[in-house]
């Protein structure tokens, strides 16, 4: 074993941005990778000259990129050509009303006035409290490493009960700044982005559609594997080496410590200390020795998951903007069917993106490459849902949806389709259950109750990514990543 030496399982965004910071500080850092390239959640396929952003398609929170960019030692602008997106969701209800969400806030004043006259004012103090939340939930909870019950448990917290509403219904909340129901929903669908019903989250999740709006939401030329491309030629310029093809089938321990691992392949690696970003539920059922620890995660709330239809079309269909919602009437039964019966709601909400409206080269010269995002429950333990009909049933449902708003031949230019089901999740990425922002995030498992980054009987295990501290996102991976090392640094190495 090389002294001062970690093995990261997994290259996803957290395990890049880790590996990168341990090498910059000395450490020597192999990436062990299962799939044949770097990116996890965040990946992309092509097919004929079309290319699809396979996981995330919203760059949202970039004051957190360029924060955790510039802690890498570059800046984002300088590694990413960005162009906002702006407006940035056309919303369609389905009594045939359209909300397009924007910056532009003349345009927001008249939208919203037509909903609901005073709807404005109330959107006004609806963001000066996401400002507040976000900036405050940035500070004391998202940006910092919960080592032990009193970093959280601290007589300088209390205040953060009353700052940031965490025991208010985020819904329910929304009935301080309008009535309009159409107006609560767009206010809150962001909460799906946590794996959350709105009827459960916290209210403390108005930072999300406050910093859509305040911050923006951006696209960065060739799509959203361009950031993992970025990360990964900022890893391995710190001298990060990644193995790909490389499935980790054990972690070795014995007594108090990790000692290395065991490949699908035979091989036996050793090292001073091991980082998982593979899914920390799935890490202590499949890679660790039974003590317990898996089956309570089991039992944990997981977030929801999506069955994803990947199209390329032999037309374009220059109506389509970037990113549509169709947000449905029936929003809160929606919850109920995803999240409590983990099934498809009768009348889903669901959405539908068109890279090529923002980087042309997304697809060929003249043709469209499109994808519906349909939110669906996840797995259940029994393995009784029928995934090849629940997936029949919610791409009728993106054709019906987009036949709404003028679309009425999409099935007949369909050249291919690629889709992805829980089924998909679990075996790509070793997601528990195909859930595909991994464990909730509601009140009682975050923060401090979020499985802590560091195993507590091998010390020398340490975790990063959406399943510990802060959760799910791109930038939140990035600052999982940052935390997890800085840890490491100071604990051992
Ligand atoms: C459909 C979808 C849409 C999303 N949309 C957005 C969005 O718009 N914006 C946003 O910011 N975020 C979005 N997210 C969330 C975001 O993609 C994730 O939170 C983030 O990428 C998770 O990173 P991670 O560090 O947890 O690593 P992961 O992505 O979980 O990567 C872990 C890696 O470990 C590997 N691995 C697993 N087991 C093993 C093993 N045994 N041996 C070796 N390697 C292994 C996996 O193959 C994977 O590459 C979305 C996610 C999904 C699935």
Request: proline fraction near 5%; hydrophobic fraction near 40%.
């Amino acid at each position: 074993m090389k002294p001062g030496s970690v093995i990261i399982i997994g290259a996803g965004v957290g395990g890049i941005v880790a590996g990168t910071h341990l090498a910059r500080a000395g450490v020597d850092v192999t990436v062990l990778e299962k799939n044949s390239h770097a990116g996890g959640r965040c990946d992309r396929f092509s097919r004929d000259g079309h290319h699809f952003d396979a996981g995330p398609t919203l760059m949202v929170m970039p004051l957190l990129y360029e924060a955790e960019f510039a802690a890498l030692g570059t800046s984002l602008r300088e590694k990413l050509d960005l162009q906002r997106v702006d407006p940035t969701y056309h919303l369609v209800f389905d009594d045939g009303s359209r909300l397009a969400l924007t910056s532009d806030m003349k345009s927001m004043q008249e939208q919203m006035e037509a909903f609901e006259q005073g709807s404005f004012r109330g959107l006004l103090r609806y963001m000066e409290e996401g400002h507040r939340h976000y900036h405050v939930g940035m500070e004391k909870l998202v940006n910092r490493d919960f080592r032990k019950a009193s970093d959280f448990f601290a007589l300088s917290n209390l205040p953060l009960a009353f700052q940031l509403k965490p025991f208010a219904n985020h819904y329910r909340n929304l009935s301080a700044y309008f009535d309009d129901p159409r107006l609560k929903a767009a206010f809150t669908f962001q909460d799906v982005y946590m794996g959350l019903s709105p009827f459960e989250a916290p209210a403390t999740f108005s930072l999300m559609p406050y910093s859509e709006l305040a911050h923006g939401v951006w696209y960065p030329r060739g799509g959203m594997y361009s950031i993992v491309e970025a990360l990964v030629e900022l890893a391995q310029g710190a001298g990060v080496a990644f193995e790909f093809d490389a499935s980790v089938e054990r972690i070795d321990v014995n007594g108090s410590q990790a000692r290395g691992v065991v490949l699908s392949d035979g091989r036996r690696l050793q090292a001073e200390a091991i980082l998982a970003n593979a899914d920390l539920p799935y890490v202590y059922r499949d890679l660790l020795p039974e003590d317990g620890e898996a089956g309570r995660l089991s039992r944990k709330r997981f977030s929801c998951s999506v069955i994803s239809f990947f199209w390329g079309v032999d037309k374009t269909y220059p109506q389509l903007p970037p990113h549509t919602l169709f947000l449905a009437e029936d929003y809160r039964d929606n919850f109920t069917s995803i999240i409590h019966d983990l099934g498809l709601p009768a009348n889903p909400s669901l959405y539908v993106h068109a890279p090529a409206r923002l980087d042309p080269s997304m697809a060929p010269e003249g043709q469209d490459t499109l994808i519906g995002i349909v939110p669906v429950g996840h797995m259940s333990e029994n393995g009784e849902q029928d995934w090849a009909a629940i997936r029949d049933e919610a791409r009728g449902h993106v054709f019906r949806r987009l036949r709404t708003i003028g679309i009425t031949d999409l099935e007949e230019h369909i050249k291919f389709e690629v889709n992805y089901t829980p089924l998909s999740w679990k075996k790509r990425y070793n997601l528990m259950k195909g859930s595909t922002h991994g464990l909730c995030h509601n009140l009682t498992q975050l923060a401090y109750f979020r499985p802590r980054n560091r195993h507590s009987r091998y010390h020398n295990l340490y975790f990063v990514g959406a399943s510990t501290h802060p959760g799910t996102g791109i930038p939140t991976a990035m600052v999982s990543g940052r935390l997890a090392a800085q840890r490491m640094l100071d604990e051992i190495m």
